[in-house]
């Protein structure tokens, strides 16, 4: 089956080239650096080409509200117009669990855009929502700095190691289309400032981390449980602390 990626150079988009193409299936990525812009349209048309899944996991090069905004509304209405045309059977696309309960975060505004475009288009779809990824705690808190200090809610999450997320869209894109939601997540959970202290440590990085109860996550106010999946969340099996060791320092921005 020949499914195109979207943003199949990225963190998660290069892991699940690599596990659809282990299990005989004929993966493209698809990305400017392939010559593939969602944003311009360019080279849609070939990269869709006989294609029978498209999964999306591409993310937009500004976090800025507006910016990622555009990304996700202008990128999402091309996509599901080409699929159309190439006659695409199913739209698969990664978003974060608890998306609608993070509306005060410009970043998961376009999120919700960018499922709804989704969830009105004729293409049949799966949505996979899946936690925090471990690469991402340095991001985190990167965006979390005030005065110089890291400051975070003391709030319960589960997030997960990218590897499991990879693993849990392959299982996706190649089922049959949800017309829905899974949520995928870790199989632990933490408090957000704990673990975010726990990977600054490992890497060295002397920023303190405080407990604050009026921080925001990526600008919106969240409570114990805002981040956490519900209970029919498919769960990854990489634990923190063997993620941790095996990681040898990788991370992404944000
Ligand atoms: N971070 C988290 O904890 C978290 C949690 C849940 C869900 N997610 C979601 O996971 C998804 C993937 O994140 P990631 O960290 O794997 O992303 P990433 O490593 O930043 O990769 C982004 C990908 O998007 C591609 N891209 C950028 N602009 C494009 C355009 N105009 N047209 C086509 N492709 C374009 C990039 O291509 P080039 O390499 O060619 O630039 C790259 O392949 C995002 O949608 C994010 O919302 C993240």
Redesign the pocket.
């Known amino acids: 089956m020949k499914i195109t990626v ?9 892991k699940l080239v690599n596990k659809l193409r282990t299990h005989g299936h004929e993966a493209v ?6 010559g ?5 349209g360019q080279g849609l048309d070939e990269a869709l080409k006989g294609a029978s899944v498209v999964v ?6 500004s976090w800025e509200d507006a910016e990622v905004l555009k ?2 509304e202008t ?1 999402t209405r091309n996509l599901l117009k080409y699929e159309a045309a190439a006659g695409v059977g199913h739209h698969v ?5 608890g998306t609608d309960r993070l509306a005060e975060s410009g ?1 998961m505004r376009a ?1 919700i855009a ?1 499922e709804k475009l989704i969830q009105e288009s004729s293409i049949p779809y799966s949505i ?6 471990f ?2 705690l340095k ?2 808190a990167d965006i979390s700095v005030v005065d110089g200090k890291v400051h975070l809610p003391h709030v319960l999450f589960q ?1 997960m190691a ?1 590897d499991d ?1 990879a693993s849990g869209v392959a299982r996706v894109a190649v089922g049959q289309p949800v017309n829905g939601m899974v949520e995928i997540a870790g199989p632990e959970q933490f408090r957000v400032d704990d673990l975010v202290r726990r990977r600054l440590a490992a890497l060295k990085d002397s920023r303190q981390v405080i407990a604050d109860p009026n921080a925001r996550y990526g600008g919106a106010r969240i409570s114990e449980r805002t981040l956490l999946p519900g209970n029919n969340a498919r769960l990854g099996e990489t634990r923190f602390e063997s993620w941790l060791a095996q990681s040898a320092g990788t991370s ?3």
């Open positions: 979207i943003g199949g150079t990225g963190l998660i988009g290069s990525p698809a990305s400017p650096d392939s593939v812009n969602t944003v311009t999306d996991v591409s993310n937009s090069p990304f996700f990128s696309a990664l978003s974060v669990v970043y999120k960018q996979v929502h899946a936690t925090q990824f690469e991402f991001g985190l997030p990218a997320v992404v921005a944000a």
